[in-house]
């Protein structure tokens, strides 16, 4: 394939930066972050608002680099918040454009990327494509039942980086994706524990709201407790969520979100570090294991990823629980622009259906 048909321009926005790439197929060229100061949102009363405002950058970011929108393959933007989708690469087409504009899922920065990607495609009649939103679901019929009807369990789950790390190990084991059978450990400051069934994303945690505490996530509470919390007059609505989903986990026990200074007190001696650390990668442990019972054990690894997957620490410790069950991989980190490339490039070159909205 030639130069001029195999750049893809990749775009992901945030509520303070829009991060753009340009790969070729699915080597990276460049990366860069543009930052959005508060001045520089000052005048924006939504997200929807700044999209004229970030696809000027973006311009400027290909501007920078010497290429314009015609000598590109594709764009590819983040999914955004969207009706529930299976897995994969979706053509961005007016009805997903008028759900993102609307905010009819949601409203959230993500909810711009596929706007900007169709927005610097369409001129250059060239395709814009979006990759696994954080809508995917996947679940199988069992997994959909908590306890009470009106509570329903729903798949919220960091898609993107949990299903790029499963291609890169079917990759580098030589398997088939569809014959890949692994749980994948996303561990940022969400945690998303996922088992992968021949392809298929069937369970998950819920990332905000259920598994492990993380460093800023409660995870699963003692439910009569928890009750008993939202009615005691100590907290208001909009509090007790933001507790549970933000100020939760690392942060409400230790104060920090930050795994590298609460291993550094731990490793000080500090006892409360040391206990509250060993309870995380403790509840880690144990949701693989879970979720290796959703593959009745037939699982080929597990892969344990995102930023935390740095901490030699907690590798080591969650391997202790798990390596039993399966190998234990480790790809840290959380590179969302690669994985935009790599699901956009597989799309054009065949190896993956380009899915409609």
């Known amino acids: 394939m030639s130069f001029a048909n195999n750049l893809l321009l990749a775009v992901n926005p945030g509520s303070t930066s829009t991060k753009v790439a340009l790969y070729e ?5 460049v990366e860069e972050s543009l930052h959005h100061s508060t001045a520089d949102l000052q005048g924006f009363d939504h997200y929807q608002d700044q999209l004229e405002f ?17 000598e590109l393959a594709a764009t ?7 009706k529930p989708l299976r897995s994969g690469t979706y053509r961005v087409n007016t009805d997903m454009l008028n759900d993102l504009r609307l905010g009819v899922y949601g409203v959230h920065a993500s909810n711009l990327g596929g706007q900007i990607a169709f927005a610097l495609a369409d001129p250059s009649g060239i395709p814009a494509f979006i990759v696994d939103p954080v809508s995917v679901d996947e679940f199988c019929d069992q997994a959909r039942f908590s306890g009470l009807p009106d509570l329903p369990r729903q798949s919220m789950v960091h898609a993107l980086n949990t299903r790029a790390i499963a291609h890169r190990h079917a990759s580098a084991v030589n398997l088939s994706f569809d014959e890949l ?22 369970d998950v945690n819920n990332a905000n709201q259920a598994g492990p505490m993380s460093p800023e996530r409660a995870g699963s509470l003692p439910s009569y407790d928890l009750v008993r919390l939202c009615f005691s ?34 490793a000080d001696g500090e006892d409360i570090a040391d206990r509250v650390l060993e309870a995380m990668y403790y509840q880690i442990g144990k949701e693989i294991g879970a979720m290796a019972a959703v593959l009745q054990g037939k699982c080929n690894a597990i892969l344990l990823t995102g930023g935390m997957a740095f901490s030699n620490r907690l590798v080591a410790k969650v ?9 234990v991989y480790c790809y840290p980190g959380e590179e969302e622009l690669r994985a935009l490339c790599e699901g956009a490039w597989r799309a054009l070159q065949g190896l993956e259906k380009v899915n409609e909205y």
């Open 319 to 327: 391997s202790e629980y798990v390596s039993w069950i399966a190998p």
């Open 233 to 266: 007059g100590k907290y208001t609505e909009a509090q007790l969520l933001k507790l549970i989903a933000g100020n939760g986990g690392l942060t409400a026990h230790l104060g920090t979100n930050d795994l590298r200074l609460a291993e550094e007190r731990a």
């Open 181 to 202: 059978n692994v749980v994948v450990a996303h561990l940022g400051g969400g945690l998303s524990i996922v088992p992968i069934c021949q392809g298929r994303m069937i």
């Open 25 to 29: 197929g699915a080597i990276v060229r």
């Open 76 to 82: 590819v933007g983040r999914g955004g918040l969207l």
């Open 54 to 70: 970030r696809i000027t950058l973006v311009e400027g970011f290909l501007t920078r680099q010497g290429v314009s929108a015609r």
